[in-house]
């Protein structure tokens, strides 16, 4: 039985950009719930339409993705033996996927056993999208990533960019110094010591694909959220990312599971009501914007005083 | 108004260019006609490490790559273009980051990626254009991706434009939404 899941992101009544990572305790990084098939199904069939969007890689770290591809599968076959099985016959992996009726047969290391890049493979077998970050030179570098649900970025222009020039966009990030600082604090990430934080933010519709790509495609319905359709359109969107050493290359992966929950569902837990509106209310202009939320916070806002009001 | 490429790292500019001349033996100097007052403060600081410094043509510098010993570092200055292009060629020669500083003088002007169809439309100043290619309107970001010597234009939504006059003008030097 597949498990429901919702992390909610907001931990204070206020919210700005900080170092959030903390320790993932559980040294569970991959997420298994019960929109798996659907999820699954929607990234492959991303993968397929739009492979240059979706997947990117220097082919120099496909060693590098092959020992995420052991992670990711040892994760699956041990956090979920019910769901995932993964043995060695001699040189062959022998990789089970129940959920989806598949079994798969590859040699570790050897390009030509997998039907795709090694990040792919096993990008293909969790909701997560998958992100590998080099180091050198003192620096972070995206040099290989899938990427089907992303909030409003695009893997085919950040990639092969340094963590820095990769967060221009983000408000205060660079100029205050943070984006600098997390860099460091990534840099000295420890194998065997992974890393987990909340990213969050409102969609108007519910759609897990919000690539910069296609922003003419989902971006309209920010200006069609009214009073009478806002808890059921807009959705608060939540992005759990893990972080993790790769100890034989060195490389970092970062995980991100997107969930969406509707706001009419958000109001049957009144803690979280009341904290999403005192932050939509003291969120600052310029995070309002980044965040694409100018068209309709006023709503949500409105929406989500007169739930606390019926509540109390 | 001069960027370089070097000093992106953290701390000012001239500590940078300081660290990278200290670690260089000799110095191949490369700048572009008509730009040399921009390096007097290059030139002044190898003089005080005492770097040896040798001005080289494009031509010239081509052929000293093959030859340069470990500690000579590169500086080139010049226009957008000309830096850019000179670039890639040293690149492709296997220089690295580490053994060159190049200062961009005048305005920097990038080609802009689509974001919608990944089309690079030629260089223009402004906040915004139509994609040569599909026709979206794009705002012209300071995103700027290096592999793909470009910025990025996002796509603008009829929605977030205000119309000012009979002219489709945006009225906000940022639209809302990213």
Known sequence: MLSSRFPFPLSADIFQYSNNLRPLDTNVSIQVTHEYTEEVGLKRSLLKQHPERCFREEIHTRDAQWEVLNYVLHQLSQVYPEHFRLRQEGDNWIFENTLLGEEVHFRDLDNDSLSCAPLDFAGRQVQEDLILLTQYDDKLVLEAGQLCFPGNWSLYFDFGMPFMDIHTPVPGLIDDGLAAKIERFLMRVESGKPWTRLNWSLNAGRRLDTSAETFDEWGPYRYRVTEDNVGHLVHLRVEEQNLMRMPRSNSLLFTIHTYLMPLHEITQNQTWTNRLYRVLCTLSPKLVEYKGLSAYRDVVVEYLAKELRVNT | ?178
Request: proline letters at 3%.
């Open chain 2, 1 to 178: 108004m001069m960027r370089n490429r070097t000093a992106a790292g953290g701390g000012t500019r001239k500590d940078n260019l300081w660290a990278f001349l200290q670690c260089a033996h000799s110095l191949l100097f490369l700048c572009q006609d008509g730009q040399q007052e921009s390096c007097s403060a290059v030139l002044q600081m190898a003089s005080d490490l005492q770097i040896a410094v040798r001005t080289v043509t494009v031509e010239e510098l081509k052929n000293e790559l093959g030859s340069a010993k470990i500690g000579t570092r590169l500086y080139v200055c010049g226009d957008y273009q000309f830096v850019r292009g000179l670039e890639n060629v040293l690149f492709s020669f296997g220089i690295t980051n580490e053994e060159l500083w190049s200062d961009v003088t005048g305005a920097t002007v990038h080609p802009v990626l689509c974001a919608g169809c990944y089309h690079r439309n030629d260089p223009v100043a402004g906040s915004y254009i139509h994609c040569e290619m599909c026709g979206r309107m794009l705002e012209v970001s300071n995103h700027y991706s290096k592999k793909l010597d470009a910025v990025m234009g996002y796509i603008v939504l009829p929605e977030q434009l205000v119309f000012k006059s009979e002219e489709p003008q945006p009225s906000r030097t940022t639209p809302e939404g990213r």
